[in-house]
């Protein structure tokens, strides 16, 4: 989500409860460290290759939905093909239930490989029981027969006047890493995490209406539309029986519009497709073959909100006489910036909203600066300065609301970016972004990794800037901590040996695939058995925990053959 114009003053003191970061971040301390030292422990960062074999995702989903239009429900028989690789057996299933949060999910059926089960519904967190435990490679195919009834208020979930926008709808896995998420949803932010999966979507309207969806739209025939979509976290759905439809071709990329206005149509083509050039520039190409941009019924104070290849407008925001440099093109900026950071590069929003929401609040600035530099100081005051002290390392549990989170995570979010490309300088500013979204597409990004890759992209120390922001023990030493990776370079098979070496004494390391976690120990020299770790690229994620619970990380992509 969401927009700048939140109920608090953009500018204002934090709350109780954010303030209380404050004592978490400490004072930046400036200290020279030997750079040449510390580069050649470092090393380069490792250049983005593209690598030969993508794995199919863990999980497909089939959802077959009939929407009521005038009585504002979805009946919906939810189909989940699911491979276990975390490699440890899972004894049941847990997936998130967006919905249930506002108590309109009424789940009439839960059935595990066609036999009926009781499923456990706890607030936002719904567990199928297995009969038997899924064995790491195993899949299995679970059934969901929900009706969902969207509030008749506006929001990202919402049947209203104006149409439905079904933003969060199904329930939908929950990440397993280690263990299931169990986390409650909570309504500040955007607290969803997920991983990639395919789509499969056959959607039936009771009285005609325009239909827009994540993915491609396969067919349709009448009132049934079908959609498919690949690789992606979510699948949003807009309907209205009045959109002003548009489309255009930028590069590979299909861009749709469905605007409440021919006006706002014209508008949101145009400049979508200047966002997505140079958005792409910046950061490698637009992941999707479409991105449809649509009004729906959000508040005006929300702004918008980020689905992959979709991306929802407050249709109650006024279209300008002027589009550029106004309120409503730097949203949608943002919100296609999303489509990076959020949807191609995961985070897990609740801890580590900031990996995608300060990234997308910069993009708006960055963009400016470059392509209209006249409004850059205007983009930055709306955007990003002001704010409040805090700790941008926060989750948005830590917020009682959204202007407060907003303060901290976006605002002084960008202002660190904004302080990390003045100190790198542009070029080894964006490669280090566009190496970070090559590193972790269609993965789940790391914050700590990600301010890693960034030291080992500077010639200068950054725990003072760092620590002026976050609260990550790992940056806070005034001295850079180093440590050393040794890992093979090609790709893995069979077994792969990794040496770790560090200036500190190392409690703990872990070493992960994705989700999988191949090693867990104090040992520092290890040798991972890859024998039943299926072929395809990885996020190898290395994490050290320090004697003083400094947790540290470096990520690279790999690739593990047969
Ligand atoms: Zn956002």
């Given at each position: 989500?969401?927009?700048?114009?939140?109920?608090?003053?953009?500018?204002?003191?934090?709350?109780?409860?954010?303030?209380?970061?404050?004592?978490?971040?400490?004072?930046?301390?400036?200290?020279?460290?030997?750079?040449?030292?510390?580069?050649?422990?470092?090393?380069?960062?490792?250049?983005?290759?593209?690598?030969?074999?993508?794995?199919?995702?863990?999980?497909?989903?089939?959802?077959?939905?009939?929407?009521?239009?005038?009585?504002?429900?979805?009946?919906?028989?939810?189909?989940?093909?699911?491979?276990?690789?975390?490699?440890?057996?899972?004894?049941?299933?847990?997936?998130?239930?967006?919905?249930?949060?506002?108590?309109?999910?009424?789940?009439?059926?839960?059935?595990?490989?066609?036999?009926?089960?009781?499923?456990?519904?706890?607030?936002?967190?719904?567990?199928?029981?297995?009969?038997?435990?899924?064995?790491?490679?195993?899949?299995?195919?679970?059934?969901?027969?929900?009706?969902?009834?969207?509030?008749?208020?506006?929001?990202?979930?919402?049947?209203?006047?104006?149409?439905?926008?079904?933003?969060?709808?199904?329930?939908?896995?929950?990440?397993?890493?280690?263990?299931?998420?169990?986390?409650?949803?909570?309504?500040?932010?955007?607290?969803?995490?997920?991983?990639?999966?395919d789509f499969d979507l056959t959607l039936t309207t009771s009285t005609a209406a325009e239909v827009v969806a994540t993915g491609q739209r396969a067919d349709a025939d009448g009132r049934k539309v079908h959609y498919v979509a690949s690789n992606?976290?979510?699948?949003?759905?807009?309907?209205?029986?009045?959109?002003?439809?548009?489309?255009?071709?930028?590069?590979?990329?299909?861009?749709?519009?469905?605007?409440?206005?021919?006006?706002?149509?014209?508008?949101?083509?145009?400049?979508?497709?200047?966002?997505?050039?140079?958005?792409?520039?910046?950061?490698?190409?637009?992941?999707?073959?479409?991105?449809?941009?649509?009004?729906?019924?959000?508040?005006?104070?929300?702004?918008?909100?980020?689905?992959?290849?979709?991306?929802?407008?407050?249709?109650?925001?006024?279209l300008p006489s002027q589009i550029e440099g106004s309120f409503l093109d730097e949203l949608l900026l943002h919100e296609i910036a999303h489509q990076w950071?959020?949807?191609?590069?995961?985070?897990?929003?609740?801890?580590?909203?900031?990996?995608?929401?300060?990234?997308?609040?910069?993009?708006?600035?960055?963009?400016?600066?470059?392509?209209?530099?006249?409004?850059?100081?205007?983009?930055?005051?709306?955007?990003?300065?002001?704010g409040a002290s805090g700790d941008v390392a926060a989750s948005v549990t830590d917020f009682p609301s959204d202007g407060p989170y907003i303060n901290v995570v976006y605002r002084r979010g960008a202002q660190f970016l904004d302080g990390l490309q003045n100190q790198l300088g542009d070029t080894a500013f964006w490669a280090l972004v566009r190496d970070h979204v090559a590193t972790n597409r269609d993965r789940v990004a790391t914050p700590r990794a990600f301010l890693d890759r960034a030291q080992a992209s500077s010639t200068t120390p950054l725990n003072p800037l760092i620590s002026q922001y976050f609260s990550y023990r790992a940056f806070q030493s005034p001295e850079t901590r180093l440590w050393k990776l040794d890992a093979p370079a090609g790709p893995w098979s069979g077994s792969a040996h990794l040496a770790v070496s560090a200036d500190f004494p190392v409690a703990r390391v872990q070493v992960w695939l994705d989700q999988r976690r191949l090693a867990d120990g104090p040992a520092n020299d290890l040798t991972l058995d890859l024998t039943d770790v299926e072929p395809g690229e990885y996020v190898l994620l290395v994490q050290l925990s320090g004697q003083d619970e400094a947790i540290y990380e470096r990520s690279r992509r790999i690739e593990v053959i047969r």
């Amino acid at each position: 989500m969401h927009s700048v114009r939140t109920d608090t003053a953009p500018a204002g003191p934090a709350t109780s409860r954010g303030v209380s970061h404050v004592s978490r971040l400490v004072t930046p301390v400036h200290l020279a460290v030997a750079l040449a030292v510390m580069l050649a422990l470092i090393g380069p960062a490792q250049p983005p290759r593209a690598l030969a074999t993508e794995q199919p995702p863990a999980a497909s989903y089939r959802l077959d939905a009939a929407v009521d239009v005038a009585a504002g429900t979805v009946d919906t028989t939810e189909v989940v093909r699911l491979r276990n690789v975390g490699g440890t057996p899972l004894p049941s299933i847990v997936f998130r239930v967006g919905p249930n949060g506002g108590g309109s999910c009424t789940l009439r059926r839960a059935a595990v490989e066609g036999q009926d089960v009781t499923a456990q519904l706890d607030g936002s967190v719904l567990e199928l029981p297995l009969a038997r435990p899924l064995a790491p490679a195993a899949a299995t195919e679970l059934t969901l027969t929900f009706t969902i009834a969207p509030p008749s208020t506006p929001g990202r979930l919402a049947a209203t006047r104006r149409g439905m926008a079904l933003g969060n709808w199904f329930p939908i896995l929950a990440v397993h890493r280690g263990d299931w998420d169990r986390r409650q949803y909570v309504d500040t932010g955007d607290a969803f995490f997920s991983q990639v999966a395919d789509f499969d979507l056959t959607l039936t309207t009771s009285t005609a209406a325009e239909v827009v969806a994540t993915g491609q739209r396969a067919d349709a025939d009448g009132r049934k539309v079908h959609y498919v979509a690949s690789n992606v976290r979510d699948l949003a759905v807009a309907i209205a029986p009045d959109y002003t439809m548009r489309t255009a071709t930028a590069g590979d990329t299909t861009i749709i519009v469905a605007a409440s206005s021919r006006d706002r149509s014209a508008a949101y083509l145009g400049r979508a497709t200047e966002f997505i050039r140079w958005l792409g520039d910046k950061l490698g190409p637009y992941p999707y073959p479409t991105l449809v941009v649509a009004d729906v019924d959000l508040p005006a104070s929300y702004g918008g909100m980020e689905y992959p290849a979709l991306v929802m407008m407050a249709g109650r925001i006024p279209l300008p006489s002027q589009i550029e440099g106004s309120f409503l093109d730097e949203l949608l900026l943002h919100e296609i910036a999303h489509q990076w950071f959020y949807a191609l590069v995961g985070n897990d929003e609740i801890d580590d909203p900031w990996l995608d929401e300060a990234f997308a609040t910069y993009a708006i600035y960055a963009y400016y600066r470059d392509a209209r530099p006249d409004l850059a100081p205007g983009a930055y005051r709306e955007w990003i300065a002001g704010g409040a002290s805090g700790d941008v390392a926060a989750s948005v549990t830590d917020f009682p609301s959204d202007g407060p989170y907003i303060n901290v995570v976006y605002r002084r979010g960008a202002q660190f970016l904004d302080g990390l490309q003045n100190q790198l300088g542009d070029t080894a500013f964006w490669a280090l972004v566009r190496d970070h979204v090559a590193t972790n597409r269609d993965r789940v990004a790391t914050p700590r990794a990600f301010l890693d890759r960034a030291q080992a992209s500077s010639t200068t120390p950054l725990n003072p800037l760092i620590s002026q922001y976050f609260s990550y023990r790992a940056f806070q030493s005034p001295e850079t901590r180093l440590w050393k990776l040794d890992a093979p370079a090609g790709p893995w098979s069979g077994s792969a040996h990794l040496a770790v070496s560090a200036d500190f004494p190392v409690a703990r390391v872990q070493v992960w695939l994705d989700q999988r976690r191949l090693a867990d120990g104090p040992a520092n020299d290890l040798t991972l058995d890859l024998t039943d770790v299926e072929p395809g690229e990885y996020v190898l994620l290395v994490q050290l925990s320090g004697q003083d619970e400094a947790i540290y990380e470096r990520s690279r992509r790999i690739e593990v053959i047969r």
